[in-house]
Structure formats: C-alpha cells, structure tokens
C-alpha cells in the first residue's frame, strides 16, 4: 500500500524562523510529488517535483526531491504569520488510473 | 472493473453550449472531488463532497454546478460554455477515515471551439 509520511505533525514557531517541513514516501510507480498549503478551505499547490536535486523556490518557499532517499523538504525563510496552516504532501503515483496519496500534513503555527 | 469512471472521456461541442460530464465510483467512498487540469498547474480542485453535501466550493464561475444524486456520484454540469473551459476535468474519490487517498478518474477531454 502507498505511504506518505510528513513530519513533524505540528510545528510552532515566532515570525522570522526558518522551518523544514519533511516527506517521505513509499508509492508503486512513482510520478512526481506535489506540496500544497492548505488554509481554510482546498489545498492550494504550491510546488510539482519529479526530478531528484532540483531546487523549486517561490519567494520564501523552497523545496526539494530526492528520489533516491525517497524524501522531500519544503523550507520556509522568514516565516510570517500568513504562513500558518497545513502543507500537505502529496505523491502521485501509478499507470493510466493514476492516483494521489496525501500525507496527514503538518501543521504551522507562526507566532508574533 | 473501473474503479472511478467519468463519461464522456472526450467532448467537442461549440460555445454557448451547455455540456454534462458523469462520475462514478464503486470503492464505497464518502468523498467525491471534481478537478479542472489546464496546461499550466497540475491539478486544481474545483468542488468536493462529502455524502453529498458540499464540502468543499473553489471560485468557479456560477456556470460550473455540481450535483451528486448519492454518494457514488458526482455529476459536472457546466452552462454557456466558454472558450476558457477546454480542458481535462478530472472526477476522483476518497474515503476520508482511510489515510484519504485520492483516486482518479481518466479524465474528460473537454474542447470548446
């Protein structure tokens, strides 16, 4: 059975930190591994990864594959309050009826 | 046995039309999802159910209604198409209490010329 596991579960930390978020996996077929943010309502994506060693950045948000070590990180400098939330994992996987495992997220806090 | 099943899987119809596309599915799930892919983000959620209640209502133009007669579907209807609809919609399902992995779908080809 597919597996993604986040850690931590949730995070607390003051504006101005910088946090690693952490996703490993274990899928049949692997495609590519997706992070998303998740406020109040759907997630939002945020990054597509398929190709190990790679950096993807966006503003403050950087993150990264290894698909050797099947993990990845998504980094968040400078953290702001608006970056509380869940960031979700996702890895798709499989043939023609492919399919997406969310991991249970984590949880950020950032605190004044 | 297709576990998630949309029909049809390819629809060409002309602006202005008025178009349905049907979802199925046969895992028992709780949770239905209705997903637009254009060519530029990977996946964007548009509605999702959970026992046919509303959930989850992304912006979407008032002409995209939802309707899930029970819990194993979940059908599109999209009024006045426009030019900006061709795309693949993707339906997909979940059950919630197990670890919610999404199960897609083949799509549906949407053109509108």
């Known amino acids: 059975e597919d597996k993604v596991v986040q850690s931590p579960l949730s995070l607390v930390v003051h504006e101005g930190d910088t946090v690693t978020l952490n996703c490993s996996y274990e899928?049949?077929?692997?495609?590519?591994l997706l992070w998303y943010k998740q406020e109040k309502k759907a997630p939002t994506f945020l990054f597509m990864l398929?190709?190990?060693?790679i950096e993807k950045k966006s503003g403050r948000l950087s993150s990264i594959l290894d698909k050797k070590e099947l993990f990845s990180i998504l980094n968040i400098t400078a953290t702001q309050t608006g970056d509380s939330a869940i960031y979700l994992c996702?890895?798709?996987?499989?043939?023609?009826?492919?399919?997406?495992?969310f991991g249970k997220g984590t949880l950020l806090t950032v605190n004044p | 046995d297709t576990a998630v099943s949309q029909t049809p899987k390819y629809l060409v119809t002309q602006m202005g039309n008025d178009k349905s596309i049907k979802c199925e599915q046969n895992?028992?799930?709780?949770?239905m999802y209705w997903y637009k892919q254009d060519s530029k983000k990977f996946l964007k959620i548009m509605f999702s159910?959970?026992?046919?209640?509303?959930?989850i209502n992304e912006t979407v133009p008032n002409r995209f209604s939802p309707k899930s007669p029970d819990k194993a579907h979940l059908n599109l209807h999209i009024n006045s198409l426009e030019l900006g609809d061709s795309a693949v919609y993707f339906c997909?399902?979940?059950?919630?209490?197990?670890?919610?992995?999404?199960?897609f779908g083949e799509g549906s080809w949407l053109t509108v010329v």
């Open positions: 997909a399902s979940s059950q919630v209490s197990s670890g919610n992995t999404i199960y």
């Open positions: 159910y959970n026992n046919k209640e509303l959930i």
């Open positions: 996702a890895v798709v996987s499989g043939g023609s009826n492919y399919k997406l495992t």
């Open positions: 895992l028992g799930h709780d949770t």
């Open positions: 899928v049949t077929n692997f495609r590519s």
């Open positions: 398929t190709s190990s060693g």
